[in-house]
């Protein structure tokens, strides 16, 4: 029994010297972990760009502006941008979170906001389809701020 306590004890104490290890080591660091954006780089087909640019001022604008006062981000914008080669995006979609863990379930936070402005998920499927003739996904990606001490 005593040896099962000075195990304990020890294993206690090793942990946490690795903690406050790893706490002097981040606090050595001239920067900081900052929010995290989803960018995803968007082609609009032929023809479409005006009309996918009325869905993003209009539908989509909302569905931000709506998670954006819940809290569930931090913020979101578009950008344009001239394609080097025909399989280039010519918009990028960004949403910003406060950090990683803001993006744990989700989807089950937002379906409430996409009811709203969207309907139930007949309807999401197929305004995603309505979608899909009007550009591809070309790419996301996650990136990370970093804020400088």
């Known amino acids: 029994m005593m040896i099962k306590s000075r195990a304990l004890g ?3 104490g090793v942990f946490s010297f690795v903690a406050l290890v790893a ?3 981040a606090a050595d660091r001239p920067y900081s972990e900052g929010t995290v954006s989803v960018v995803s780089s968007i082609r609009t087909e032929p023809g479409q760009t ?3 640019m009325k869905y993003l001022a209009t539908t989509y604008r909302q569905l931000m502006e709506e998670q954006k006062k819940a809290g569930h981000i931090v913020d979101w914008s578009v950008y344009t941008t001239r394609p080097r080669t025909p399989g280039d995006p010519d918009l990028y979609l960004l949403t910003t979170y406060k950090n ?4 744990d379930g989700l ?5 409430a906001i996409q009811e709203k402005f969207i309907g139930n998920q007949e309807a999401r499927d197929a305004a995603m389809v309505s979608r899909g003739k009007m550009r591809s996904l070309v790419g996301s990606e996650v990136i990370r701020k970093v804020e400088f001490k």
């Open 50 to 52: 005006e009309t996918y």
């Open 23 to 25: 706490t002097a080591q």
């Open 107 to 111: 989807q089950d936070k937002v379906e």
């Open 100 to 103: 990683l863990a803001a993006m």
């Open 10 to 12: 020890a294993l206690a």
